[in-house]
C-alpha cells in the first residue's frame, strides 16, 4: 500500500476571501490576467480520509450533495491526480458548510484540504492542475496572486486575527457569466504594501459586473457598510460578500442583528487567518 493510500485523518477546508481583486486585461486564451489578495477564514469545510476497500466520497452538512456528481468533485480529481490517474483505497467524508458557487473557493478549499491529508501539501504543480484558486488554498494564509492566480507571492500578514463576516444570499452565480460580463475597463494594478494596506485600498472589480446579474448583493453591501466595518466587499466572482472588523464581539453583534433581519441568508462568523 502507498503511503498516500494510507492516509488517515481530517483538515478543514477553509473559506476563501479576495480582500482585493483587480482584473487587468482579458487574455487571448479566454481567461483573465489578475491581481488579488487571498485570505482565509478560520472555518470553513470538513474533510476526513481513511483507508478503505475502493474510493468513495461521501458529502454531508448543510450542502452536501451540492457540489455535483462524485466523479467530478474536486476532491476525487485531486485524488485521482496524486495516484497517476487511479482511484485509490481511501474514503473521504466531506462535511460542506460553504455554499457552492459562492466566490468562497470551497471546492478549492477542499481539493487543498484532500492534497494535504494525502501527503501532498506542498505540490503546488498538483494544486494548479486542479484549479486557480487550488494554490492559495494549500498553505491557507494570506498571499498575493497573479496571472490567473496561481502565480503566487508572499505578502506581510497583518489581518490575522481580524473578525470577519461572511454572508452569501444563497443566490448561486457562476464564475463564467461575471468574468463575461466584465467592462474589459483596466482600473489599474492592485496597491503595494501590507495585506491590510492592499485590504483597504483595493477593489474587486467583478462586483459591478456581478450586482448586474445578481442584484441582491448591492442590498449585502449597503447593510454591510452600515455597520462601520473596516471593508466590506464581495469575494471573488460572489454572491458572498464580507466584512472586516477590528473588534469579534462588534461582528457578532452584526451578525445577531443580520440573523434576526435576514434569516434567509447564509451567514459565517470568524477571524482570519
Known amino acids: 500500500m ?5 492516509a488517515r ?7 476563501k476571501i479576495n480582500l482585493a481583486l483587480h482584473v487587468r486585461r482579458r487574455r487571448n486564451d479566454g481567461y483573465h490576467d ?22 468513495a466520497l461521501e458529502s454531508a452538512g448543510r450542502f452536501g450533495g451540492d457540489d455535483g ?16 490517474g487511479v482511484l485509490p483505497d481511501l474514503r473521504f467524508t466531506l462535511s460542506k458548510s460553504l455554499p457552492v458557487a459562492a466566490g468562497l473557493g470551497g471546492g478549492s478549499a477542499d481539493a487543498a484540504a484532500a492534497l494535504r491529508l494525502m501527503g501532498a501539501g506542498d505540490r503546488h504543480d498538483f494544486a494548479a492542475t486542479l484549479g486557480a ?48 460580463a466584465w467592462d474589459r475597463v483596466d482600473r489599474g494594478a492592485m496597491p503595494e504594501g501590507s495585506a491590510r494596506t492592499i485590504m483597504l485600498a483595493g477593489r474587486n472589480d467583478l462586483e459591478a459586473p456581478a450586482i448586474g446579474l445578481c442584484p441582491v448583493i448591492a442590498d449585502v453591501l449597503d ?14 466572482s460572489g454572491a458572498s460578500c464580507f466584512a472586516i472588523y477590528e473588534d469579534y464581539d462588534q ?5 445577531a442583528r443580520l440573523r434576526d433581519q435576514a434569516p434567509h441568508w447564509w451567514m459565517m462568523l470568524g477571524r482570519l487567518r
Open 2 to 6: 502507498s503511503r498516500y493510500a494510507a
Open 9 to 15: 485523518g481530517a483538515d478543514t477546508g477553509y473559506a
Open 34 to 55: 489578475l491581481e488579488t489578495l487571498f485570505a482565509f477564514l478560520d472555518a470553513g469545510d470538513r474533510l476526513s480520509c481513511e483507508p478503505h476497500h475502493g474510493f
Open 69 to 84: 456528481p462524485v466523479e467530478d468533485n474536486l476532491v476525487t480529481r485531486a485524488a485521482r491526480l496524486v495516484h497517476g
Open 133 to 180: 484558486d487550488v494554490p492559495a488554498c494549500l498553505a491557507s494564509v494570506p498571499v498575493i496572486g497573479r496571472g490567473t492566480g496561481t502565480a503566487l507571492e508572499p505578502v506581510a500578514n497583518d489581518v490575522e486575527g481580524l473578525a470577519c463576516l461572511l454572508i452569501n444570499p444563497l443566490v448561486p452565480l457562476p464564475t463564467g457569466p461575471v468574468f463575461k
Open 223 to 236: 447593510w454591510l457598510a452600515t455597520t462601520n466595518p473596516l471593508v466590506a466587499r464581495m469575494s471573488g
Open 251 to 255: 461582528a457578532a453583534v452584526v451578525e
